[in-house]
């Protein structure tokens, strides 16, 4: 079976825009790695016990950062470059496919668009979330209760809405 892996900078991300495209891949096993925040944190928890519904495993790298929300209104990204490539490099090398954040980080945000030079940094195959109208990727499946998520549901109801991710969300190869 593919082993596949969302790596994402946030706990939110994987079911914010990767819904739709680890729904319609069942056929891979799927793990979702988180940047920031340890794997006992409230946020992870949370996301943990949704995606066990699924049989897929989560994990956080737990990489430094400066305390929210001084990156997203700096415009900069506070994790270390080289720690961060180093541990996403040594994860991903157990996955045949990857899915992860799109060039522009989706909405600016400075970490997924760290995450995303990250991803092109270690030269292999990946797909990644396109919310634009040009995305040449489409895959749809409908969508359960998120509602129940109490930590994250006003984020996920929020960014969904803005991009029209309720029923289905784009995405792009990004190759070597």
Known sequence: MTRALCMVAHPDDCLIFGYHYILSH?????????????????RVE????????????????????????????????????QEAKDAIEAVVRDYDHVLSHGGPGEYGHPHHVFLHGIMNDLGREFVAFDVGPD???????????????????????????????????GYRVHGP
């Open 26 to 42: 069942r056929q891979y096993r799927w793990t979702i790695g988180y940047l920031i925040l340890d794997d006992h944190s409230p």
């Open 46 to 81: 949370e996301m943990r016990g949704y995606w066990a519904r699924h049989a897929i495993d989560v994990f956080s790298l737990d990489l430094p950062h400066d305390p929210p929300p001084s990156d997203l209104s700096s415009g900069r990204c506070s994790i270390p470059y």
């Open 135 to 169: 995305a040449p990727l489409t895959f749809g499946v409908p969508r359960d209760d998120h509602e129940s998520l109490t930590l994250h549901r006003r984020a996920i109801r929020n960014v969904v809405t803005r991009f029209g991710l309720e029923t289905s969300a």
